[in-house]
């Protein structure tokens, strides 16, 4: 089972091009949708434990855990050390899902996967890019948006750059979805023949 993992710094269409793989019939774990989940449930109290007054009823109030940890490095770890091996633990079983199934490829979308040594786990990356002028409008039209935001979250990932440069391959999402689709389609057909190295258990 090939294991291909993408990422792509805010605002470069990550997430769309996820969508394109699923449509396109490769079965996706999103780590950020596994964030939500455990932030309703699993976390919770682990969250409220390190950071009082960051949860409510129906479980994490992500505005006022974001405005604790944001710029704050020390508290972004400690956060990270409660949240990383609960993500990790259900990308495990996704991956063990999807292998029963006899799946042929599977898609790992994880924003900070270069970051954190995520492509150690993975066969292929997958760099999802636009113009930076396009990102920026991208980001700042999202309701509560700041440049103070979106430089604070831009200095914790890897240049759009230093990606690209590891990528094996690049899709750029400037064009829109019909050229996203079609380089996702590309990319399926180039990976088609592509062993997977990984094991996973």
């Known amino acids: 089972m090939l294991i291909i993992g993408l990422t792509g710094s805010i605002g470069m269409g ?14 996706v774990h999103d780590a ?13 109290n682990s969250i409220e434990a390190a950071f009082p007054g960051t949860t409510a009823t129906g479980g994490v109030d992500r505005a006022a855990l974001a405005a604790r940890v ?48 995520g492509d150690a786990r993975v066969d292929v990356v997958i760099v999802v890019s636009a113009p930076a002028a396009v990102q920026r409008q991208r980001v700042l039209a999202r309701p509560g948006m700041s440049d103070a935001k979106l430089a604070a979250i831009l200095a914790r990932q890897l240049s759009d750059a230093e990606k690209r440069r590891r990528a094996h391959f690049v899709v750029d999402s400037a064009g829109g979805v019909d050229s996203a689709r079609h380089q996702v389609h590309g990319i399926l057909r180039a990976t088609a023949a592509m062993p997977g190295r990984h094991r996973h258990g």
């Open 70 to 117: 944001l710029a704050d490095p020390g508290a972004i770890a400690r956060l990270e050390a409660i949240v990383h091996p609960l993500v990790r633990a259900s990308e495990t079983r996704f991956l063990a899902a999807a292998a029963a199934r006899g799946a042929r490829a599977v898609l790992l979308d994880i924003p900070l996967l270069l970051e954190t040594g």
């Open 32 to 44: 950020d949708q596994a964030v939500h989940r455990l932030y309703a449930g699993e976390a919770v």
């Open 14 to 27: 990550k997430s769309v091009t996820a969508g394109l793989f699923a449509a396109a019939g490769v079965p």
